[in-house]
C-alpha cells in the first residue's frame, strides 16, 4: 500500500506566478489535510477535505488560496499571485473514515523567488 | 485557542542513553494526542494516546498520556543516531479533525 504521494517535492516560482501542489491519499483513505510548515516553526493546519467537499477551511488564509479533492483525481491546493511569504513546506495527510490517526506525505517544498 | 507546548526544544546525547520528552496542551474538548518523528520529510506517526495511564509500546519508543495533568512524554531507551529527528506532538479535539501541533523537540544523538 503506497503512502501518500505528493507532487512535485519542490517547487520554485516567481513573485506573481501561481503554485499548484498535488496530494494523492493513502489507498482507502477518503479524508485529506493540508498543513504548512514554516522555517523553525511547528506545523499549521490549513484546510481539510473529503471528496468534492471542503469541510474544514479555517486555518486557510481567505485571498490568494484554495483547495479542491475532486471525486477523480489527486486534492489540489493552489496558491495564485505567490508572494515570499509564501515559501514554506506543504504537507498533505490522509486518513480513513472513522479513525484519527492522520499520515503525512513527503511534503512539497515551494520557494518564491 | 488550542496550545501545545513542547519540552525541551533541543537535545544531544550519547548513544545508549535513555531521553524522556516532554508535551503538554491546552485544548477544548480533548479527543486524542499523536506522537510523529520528522527527519528531512514526512513526519511519520508513531502513536496515538487517547486514555490517560496506558502505556504504548513500540520497540524502544514508548509514551503515556495524563490527562488530568494534561500531557504526554515519549521515552526512548538505548538511543541510536537513527533516532535523531525532530520529534512532534499534536493534539486532535471532539467536533472538528485538524491537529494542533507542538514546535518539536530536535533530538540529536551522538555516536
Known amino acids: 500500500n503506497a503512502g501518500v504521494m505528493q507532487n512535485p517535492r519542490h517547487l520554485v516560482r516567481r513573485r506573481g506566478q501561481e503554485a499548484r501542489l498535488r496530494c494523492s491519499p493513502m489507498?482507502?483513505?477518503?479524508?485529506v489535510y493540508w498543513y504548512r510548515q514554516l522555517p523553525e516553526e511547528g506545523l499549521k493546519f490549513m484546510v481539510y477535505?473529503?471528496?468534492?467537499?471542503?469541510?474544514?477551511e479555517s486555518g486557510m488564509p481567505k485571498e490568494r488560496f484554495s483547495a479542491e479533492f475532486p471525486k477523480e483525481g489527486p486534492s489540489i491546493l493552489r496558491i495564485q499571485q505567490v508572494v515570499r511569504g509564501d515559501s514554506a513546506a506543504y504537507f498533505c495527510?490522509?486518513?480513513?473514515?472513522?479513525?484519527?490517526?492522520?499520515?503525512f506525505g513527503p511534503g512539497t517544498r515551494l520557494t518564491v523567488t | 485557542e488550542d496550545k501545545v507546548v513542547q519540552s525541551p526544544l533541543s537535545l544531544v546525547v550519547h548513544e545508549g542513553d535513555t531521553v524522556t520528552l516532554n508535551c503538554s496542551y491546552e485544548v477544548t474538548n480533548f479527543r486524542s494526542l499523536l506522537w510523529y518523528k520528522q527527519e528531512k520529510k514526512a513526519p511519520t506517526f508513531l502513536f496515538m494516546l487517547?486514555?490517560?495511564?496506558i502505556e504504548k509500546k513500540s520497540g524502544r519508543l514508548s509514551s503515556i498520556l495524563d490527562k488530568k495533568e494534561l500531557f504526554s512524554i515519549l521515552n526512548i531507551t538505548a538511543t541510536q543516531t537513527g533516532d535523531s529527528a525532530i520529534y512532534l506532538c499534536?493534539?486532535?479535539?471532539?467536533?472538528?479533525?485538524?491537529?494542533?501541533f507542538g514546535t518539536g523537540t530536535r533530538l540529536t544523538i551522538i555516536p
Open positions: 477535505l473529503q471528496k468534492e467537499n471542503i469541510i474544514d
Open positions: 489507498k482507502g483513505h477518503s479524508h
Open positions: 499534536a493534539v486532535a479535539n471532539f467536533g472538528n479533525e485538524k491537529l494542533t
Open positions: 495527510a490522509s486518513s480513513p473514515p472513522e479513525e484519527y490517526e492522520q499520515y
Open positions: 487517547t486514555s490517560s495511564g
